[in-house]
């Protein structure tokens, strides 16, 4: 169960004033002053995590520093300018500085949940019940040459079995160009359309089909070895594993917060 809107609590932590958001002012290094209000290197980290994500990646560190710098300038100027206004004692501004903070601490709190629930522990586990659970699923290697027509397939036989190489007759005549020397590499039958693939999975290691029609013309195959399909290793999928556990943990958090709650909604009939 995953909660897409803790994602927008950092921007939300930008309605908020920038010394609300500063570390130590003592240990800070001031960047910029407007009006006598600091910005410092700690309002430019907070900066870059709320919205450095939006500028160009081709900026260098130095153009991203700057254009972050510039922004907070101008915040601190609107800033100023609202208080001024006094745009912050409105109610409507109150209310929506209450909502903010609940989710501003909403996300401080799923934070400490996920540093502490995720682990190399928990990732191996997830990983593992994965790799368990995986059913045998067979896959094959094959070439294939994919020409417009039957008679320009028997052709294609016709050359093979005279002995010419499958992978240069697949560079010159195959109409699929994504596949180099006609190579489709490894496969299970589901990936392919199912006139392909019942032939393809038919053929034995080392021999080459009849030709076969589909939708996109007609093949010849050639199947090089056939194997069960290998279950990734843990490094190749641990990001997808770690965003996994994340989601986890903190799904799992809220909800035992709920179970621990009396909630009461108007909008549905009261649960028996």
Not at 101 to 110: C, G, S, V
Not at 122 to 149: N, S
Not at 192 to 201: G, L, N, S
């Amino acid at each position: 169960m995953a909660f897409p809107f803790v994602a927008g609590l950092r921007r939300a932590a930008f309605a908020l004033p920038l010394c609300a958001l500063a570390l130590n002012p003592a240990a800070a290094k001031v960047l910029a002053t407007v009006n006598g209000v600091e910005i410092t290197d700690a309002d430019l980290a907070t900066a870059a995590e709320d919205v450095g994500s939006s500028l160009p990646k081709q900026m260098d560190e130095a153009a991203r520093q700057k254009a972050l710098l510039d922004y907070l300038i101008d915040v601190t100027l609107v800033n100023q300018k609202a208080v001024a206004d006094k745009l912050d004692q409105t109610p409507e501004f109150a209310k929506k500085l209450a909502y903010f903070r609940q989710k501003l601490l909403m996300e401080t709190y799923l934070a400490k949940v996920t540093k502490e629930g995720v682990t190399e522990a928990a990732e191996k586990q997830v990983y593992d019940d994965a790799a368990k659970a995986q059913k045998p699923e067979e896959e094959i290697h094959a070439l294939h040459i994919l020409v417009p027509t039957e008679d320009e397939a028997k052709k294609v036989e016709e050359r093979l079995k005279k002995g010419e190489d499958f992978g240069k007759l697949a560079d010159e005549l195959s109409k699929d160009p994504g596949s180099k020397g006609g190579d489709l590499g490894w496969f299970t039958k589901d990936r392919m359309v199912p006139e392909f693939a019942e032939v393809a999975f038919k053929t034995k290691p080392g021999d080459v089909s009849d030709p076969v029609k589909t939708q996109f013309g007609w093949h010849v195959i050639k199947v090089l070895d056939k194997r069960q399909k290998p279950f990734p290793t843990f490094a190749e999928v641990k990001p997808q594993v770690e965003h996994f556990v994340q989601q986890k943990v903190q799904s799992e958090a809220i909800m035992k917060l709920r179970d621990g709650a009396k909630i009461t909604r108007t909008d549905e009939p009261a649960k028996k």
